[in-house]
């Protein structure tokens, strides 16, 4: 399944829903439900804000794939250029720590920074 978020903050949490839901349907165990929630929200936010500038009009993409392997797989990718590379968190009480909580609630996470996007994939199995 796959679909674009427009509309700012307001839009985030909705979409982390859906996204959810969809993975869910997809096979996704629901006692992972609510870590996979969290994740993709703090995902989002980091897309709206850092990589798309916090322009609600700027799209961010979503995409559910569930894996033959059991694997299932969420992509989100902002329209912007992203961080500094190599930047993942920030200093101790401060903010920026965004990526490694989402991080911390999936199986696996990987962020590629282009020229025009950042993409983030999170990774639960499934089975």
């Given amino acids: 399944m796959r679909f674009t978020v427009r509309g700012g903050p ?3 949490r909705p979409a982390a829903a859906r996204t959810v839901r969809a993975a869910l349907a997809a096979g996704l165990d629901p006692a992972r439900g609510a870590d996979l929630e969290l994740a ?3 995902v989002l936010a980091n ?3 850092h990589g798309n500038g916090a322009d609600p009009c700027r799209p961010i ?3 559910v794939v569930a894996e033959p392997t059991g694997w299932l797989q969420v992509h989100v ?3 912007g250029v992203g961080g500094a590379p190599g930047a993942v968190a920030a200093e101790p009480g401060t903010r ?5 909580l989402a991080a911390g609630l ?3 996470m990987a962020v590629e920074r282009t020229p025009g996007s950042t993409s983030v994939t ?3 199995q499934s089975r």
């Fill in 106 to 108: 999936v199986d696996r």
């Fill in 10 to 12: 307001g839009a985030l």
């Fill in 77 to 79: 990718r902002d329209a």
């Fill in 47 to 49: 897309a709206h804000e």
């Fill in 40 to 42: 993709v929200h703090e």
């Fill in 96 to 100: 920026g720590r965004g990526l490694v």
């Fill in 122 to 124: 999170l990774a639960v």
């Fill in 61 to 63: 993409d979503v995409e």
